[in-house]
């Protein structure tokens, strides 16, 4: 009693009320914590998934893309985990020989042509085939615009607005043999390799670049079962290739086997594969 | 009256249970947008390289679109809408083979646009290079026969001779051609002439022949190959003296001299001259076969006649009317047909 009055009512919790709720509350905070694991493994599964992907297809579309214009002779050199080859850049055509002097146009792309990107040249003989010179585009090029292209116009080439695209190009291999309507090629020699990766040492990865030069990791994520595969007219099928076997001018198929792997993950994220398999025959190889 | 903590008629139960499920519930959704972010974002990854891979095969469908469809003179640009994609074709002269051929680079410049992001199309350049052929023959002599013999006899006249005379059309006057081409044996009697540089020529066998005028036969006899006029005649007074149609008749032609005219005829049949028929032709003429032609016709063929392209002729006679190379005409009656053909191993991918 204060100041003769009675104090208000405040009933607490009695100590079942208390037990009882506990156990709700337990059950509810079990459930939603179940939830929210379930849901958090599953989000780094597509995560996982997603990233193994993401990898295989990058592979995948980078290696067909640069298998994809190959001209015969194409291959420089073929291994199971590797495969060389002359990337057409541009192909041309001479309209205009004067003794060493050739005069050919060539589309090269304007500004976004590099000419550090150039490997060799190659001709094409009226066989269809191609034969190949290492040489840089400054040992070769000598002028490019008007000149040249004047040159061109006399034996029907439309010039105007394009004369960016004629080129005089100089001591081109066998040039006492060129003759106007020769088609030539400038190519860039590409390594694609595949190999552990810098980035992750327990996976493998896609390199590209120049041989003897700094190869780029362009995708990781990759496993052993990746591969290259090779094919000829002569062979039912696609084989493995190792160095000096077979004459790499009959290659006229090769198979890029991108397989990754993902390793199991934290909250037990399993394990997943993924695997894509393009067959690229060169569209410049008959 | 009693006043209880938590509002009027309430009570304060204070729990924790519903804060903690509003705390996970907000931290659930808060994990679940950024996957859902991620699982976005990697698929527009693979959307992205999806589109580009459709933008590569609608230029490449382009190309192939433009060279095997492309008839007569060759276009600058074309537009193809294909696979959901758009195909923009440009052509560009790059050299003048010979008179008759000239190469051609042929870009297709293929863009696949999704339509959630219009500002975004996927692009992808190919280019090839393709000879377009002005004539669908090689012109090897002013008569061409698949016949092991051929006779020129009585007052027939065939010449291997360009009668095109200088600046009547590029490059004339050709030079001359043989007079007859056959298989084995050219003959000329009683009066009848042929003339040429050489005067005749023999290549053995069938296929030598077809093989050395390399004509699309079967291309060009196929209904679905379209001609101007298909088993009906033009009104050629209606045409500019300077059009030289494509005609193709189906089956056996017996011209007489009101069917006279220009162009590039296709008898897919035998093409028989009528005793007493004045028909004259200015331009190509290609049959299946050819029926003898008798002493009293008065045919004039200005251009070129070949023959037994789509299988092998018998003895053939010509006893009267008058064949002569024309390159004009020739050039002018091919062109209704010239076709581009992609010239193998210079396909690249552009920049």
């Known amino acids: 009693m204060v100041d003769g009055k009675a104090s208000p009512s405040v009933q607490g919790f009695t100590l079942l009320e208390a037990l009882i709720a506990m156990v709700l509350s337990s059950v509810v905070v079990m459930l939603v914590t179940s939830v929210f694991v379930v849901q958090n493994r599953f989000y780094s599964q597509v995560v996982n998934r997603a990233s193994l992907h993401e990898s295989v297809r990058t592979a995948a579309a980078l290696v067909s893309s640069d298998l994809r214009g190959l001209a015969s002779g194409g291959v420089?050199?073929?291994?199971?985990?590797?495969?060389?080859?002359?990337?057409?850049?541009?192909?041309?055509?001479?309209?205009?020989?004067?003794?060493?002097?050739?005069?050919?146009?060539?589309?090269?792309?304007?500004?976004?042509?590099?000419?550090?990107?150039?490997?060799?040249?190659?001709?094409?003989?009226?066989?269809?085939?191609?034969?190949?010179?290492?040489?840089?585009?400054?040992?070769?090029?000598?002028?490019?615009?008007?000149?040249?292209?004047?040159?061109?116009?006399?034996?029907?080439?439309?010039?105007?607005?394009?004369?960016?695209?004629?080129?005089?190009?100089?001591?081109?291999?066998?040039?006492?043999?060129?003759?106007?309507?020769?088609?030539?090629?400038?190519?860039?020699?590409?390594?694609?390799?595949?190999?552990?990766?810098?980035?992750?040492?327990?996976?493998?990865?896609?390199?590209?670049?120049?041989?003897?030069?700094?190869?780029a990791e362009v995708a990781t994520g990759l496993s052993e079962e990746s591969g290259f595969w090779y094919g000829t007219p002569a062979e039912q099928g696609l084989r493995r290739w190792v160095r000096g076997r077979g004459n790499l001018e009959g290659v006229n198929k090769i198979q890029f086997v991108a397989a990754g792997a993902a390793p199991s993950g934290r909250l037990g994220v399993s394990p997943s594969t993924f695997q894509l398999t393009v067959t690229v025959p060169p569209k410049n190889v008959r | 009256m009693c006043a209880e903590a938590g509002g009027p008629g309430g009570r304060n139960e204070g729990g924790f249970a519903l804060a903690l499920v509003v705390m996970l519930l907000f931290a659930i959704g808060a994990a679940g947008t950024v996957g859902y972010q991620i699982v976005r974002s990697e698929a527009f990854q693979a959307q992205l390289a999806s589109e580009a891979s459709q933008a590569l095969a609608v230029a490449e469908a382009g190309l192939q679109w433009f060279t095997a469809s492309q008839q007569g003179t060759v276009r600058d640009t074309a537009t193809h809408a294909v696979n959901g994609g758009i195909a923009r074709v440009s052509t560009r002269k790059v050299l003048e083979v010979s008179p008759h051929e000239d190469l051609f680079l042929v870009t297709s410049r293929g863009i696949f646009t999704d339509p959630r992001r219009p500002r975004m199309p996927a692009v992808r350049t190919v280019s090839q290079y393709a000879l377009h052929s002005r004539m669908p023959l090689r012109p090897m002599a002013a008569l061409v026969a698949t016949s092991p013999r051929v006779r020129v006899?009585?007052?027939?006249?065939?010449?291997?001779?360009?009668?095109?005379?200088?600046?009547?059309?590029?490059?004339?006057?050709?030079?001359?051609?043989?007079?007859?081409?056959?298989?084995?044996?050219?003959?000329?009697?009683?009066?009848?002439?042929?003339?040429?540089?050489?005067?005749?020529?023999?290549?053995?066998?069938?296929?030598?022949?077809?093989?050395?005028?390399?004509?699309?036969?079967?291309?060009?006899?196929?209904?679905?190959?379209?001609?101007?006029?298909?088993?009906?005649?033009?009104?050629?007074?209606?045409?500019?003296?300077?059009?030289?149609?494509?005609?193709?008749?189906?089956?056996?032609?017996?011209?007489?001299?009101?069917?006279?005219?220009?162009?590039?005829?296709?008898?897919?049949?035998?093409?028989?001259?009528?005793?007493?028929?004045?028909?004259?032709?200015?331009?190509?003429?290609?049959?299946?076969?050819?029926?003898?032609?008798?002493?009293?016709?008065?045919?004039?063929?200005?251009?070129?006649?070949?023959?037994?392209?789509?299988?092998?002729?018998?003895?053939?006679?010509?006893?009267?009317?008058?064949?002569?190379?024309?390159?004009?005409?020739?050039?002018?009656?091919?062109?209704?047909?010239?076709?581009?053909?992609?010239?193998?191993?210079?396909?690249?991918?552009?920049?």
């Not at chain 2, 002439?193 to 699309?216: C, D, E, I, K, N």
């Not at chain 2, 050819?290 to 002729?313: D, H, I, R, Y």
């Open chain 2, 153 to 351: 006899r009585g007052s027939a006249v065939v010449d291997g001779a360009d009668q095109s005379p200088v600046g009547e059309c590029p490059a004339a006057p050709h030079p001359s051609v043989a007079g007859v081409l056959a298989r084995a044996n050219v003959q000329t009697w009683g009066g009848g002439r042929v003339s040429g540089t050489p005067q005749s020529m023999t290549l053995g066998s069938f296929a030598s022949v077809v093989q050395a005028v390399g004509l699309p036969w079967k291309v060009l006899i196929d209904p679905s190959f379209p001609v101007e006029y298909d088993d009906r005649w033009p009104a050629f007074a209606s045409l500019g003296e300077m059009v030289l149609p494509a005609i193709r008749v189906k089956g056996d032609f017996a011209p007489t001299a009101g069917e006279s005219g220009r162009g590039l005829l296709i008898v897919t049949g035998t093409l028989g001259i009528p005793d007493g028929s004045q028909w004259e032709w200015k331009g190509v003429v290609l049959a299946g076969d050819l029926a003898n032609v008798g002493p009293n016709t008065g045919f004039a063929l200005e251009g070129l006649l070949v023959a037994g392209q789509g299988s092998s002729m018998g003895n053939w006679d010509m006893d009267s009317g008058r064949v002569v190379f024309h390159s004009c005409y020739a050039l002018q009656a091919g062109a209704a047909v010239a076709r581009l053909v992609p010239v193998s191993g210079t396909w690249f991918q552009g920049f």
């Open chain 1, 76 to 215: 420089v050199a073929a291994e199971p985990d590797s495969v060389v080859i002359r990337a057409p850049l541009a192909m041309g055509v001479v309209c205009g020989v004067d003794q060493r002097k050739a005069y050919v146009f060539l589309p090269l792309g304007g500004s976004a042509f590099r000419a550090d990107e150039v490997s060799g040249y190659g001709l094409r003989d009226a066989a269809g085939s191609w034969s190949y010179t290492s040489a840089e585009w400054s040992s070769v090029h000598r002028a490019s615009g008007p000149g040249p292209a004047g040159v061109c116009a006399g034996v029907g080439a439309e010039v105007e607005g394009v004369s960016e695209d004629f080129h005089r190009l100089d001591d081109l291999a066998g040039s006492g043999a060129l003759k106007v309507g020769d088609m030539v090629m400038v190519f860039q020699e590409r390594v694609l390799k595949i190999g552990v990766s810098a980035l992750d040492p327990s996976s493998k990865a896609i390199y590209r670049g120049r041989p003897g030069g700094t190869l």
